[in-house]
């Protein structure tokens, strides 16, 4: 799974510890997440999108292999 989470902080001018405080997470989680080493659960992925002001599907993407 990929994720638009660094392209998404970067339009919102926020750093991997800025969104990490909005979601209550550690900054290593966001850099795994975006490094695509972690899958979020359902509430942390709608807790991020909402941080993003995106949707859980805009910011995911699914890849089927």
Same mark, same amino acid.
């Given at each position: 799974? !990929?994720?638009? %989470?660094?392209? /998404? ?9 800025? $969104? #990490?405080?909005?979601?209550? =997470?550690? !900054?290593?989680? %966001?850099?795994? /997440? ?9 509430? $942390? #992925?709608?807790?991020?999108? =909402? ?15």
């Amino acid at each position: 799974m !990929r994720t638009r %989470i660094k392209e /998404l902080r970067a339009r919102y001018d926020l750093t991997q510890i800025d $969104l #990490a405080n909005k979601v209550g =997470v550690r !900054r290593e989680t %966001i850099l795994f /997440l975006e490094k695509g080493k972690y899958n979020p659960s359902l509430k $942390l #992925a709608h807790d991020i999108a =909402v941080a993003l002001k995106t949707t859980v599907d805009e910011l995911f993407i699914f890849d089927d292999g």
